[in-house]
């Protein structure tokens, strides 16, 4: 297309008018005119964003590290993070990239505090397979499908004491040698 718009410029044959040879011009126009739109409203939002941020703003960084503006140097492009009580990271202004909203910990507030504490969580992962807690319940004496208290759920004293019980038992097993005849029962 490029090559017959310079053909027909060097035979200097200017009556036929050619609809792409206005077109090409124009389309590279929209796209310079885009580009420039695009770059300005990026701007327009970090300047917004510029202005929001000030001490006592959460904030995430672009590495995804959230924490709450102390304070903020502008001459020297710093920024004093508080990610946790007592812990402060000091940061460019270019690495604070969103300003968290505030209304996501309004939302987490109206969390209904009886379903958090509904939830039993064991204190080792061994009673999360029912196969394993009958295996050494049986083991330790106590009644299969029972822990040994009034409950099905294991109280962290009874997960002590069987925890205690099988390190007991492992180092039996490992204090008899294979020569040990009650350990080996075939010889």
């Known amino acids: 297309m490029l090559a017959h718009v ?7 044959d200017g009556q036929s008018f050619d609809i792409f040879s206005l077109l090409l011009p124009l389309a590279l126009a929209f796209l310079i005119f ?6 300005r409203k990026a701007q327009q939002q970090v300047k917004e ?13 672009q590495f995804g590290l959230f924490g709450t503006i102390v304070s903020i140097d502008q001459e020297n492009n710093k920024a004093v993070l508080e990610l946790s009580p007592g812990t402060h990271a000091t940061v460019h202004t270019q690495a604070l990239s969103k ?25 080792d992962a061994s009673s ?3 196969d394993r807690t009958v295996a050494d319940s049986s083991a330790a004496g106590t009644p ?4 040994g208290g009034s ?11 069987r925890l205690d019980r099988e390190r007991i038992a492992g180092e039996n097993r490992e204090a008899r040698g294979p020569r040990d005849p009650r350990a080996n029962p075939d010889n």
């Open 6 to 12: 310079v053909a027909q410029t060097a035979s200097g």
């Open 34 to 39: 885009t580009m420039f739109r695009r770059q």
């Open 49 to 61: 964003m510029r202005t929001q941020m000030e001490p006592g703003t959460e904030v995430m960084t």
């Open 99 to 123: 300003v968290v909203q505030q209304e996501s910990a309004v939302a987490d507030d109206h969390v209904d505090d009886d379903a958090i504490g509904a939830t039993t969580v064991p204190d």
């Open 128 to 130: 999360l397979d029912a």
């Open 144 to 147: 299969a499908g029972t822990t």
């Open 151 to 161: 409950s099905s759920v294991e109280t962290p004293e009874e997960t002590l004491e």
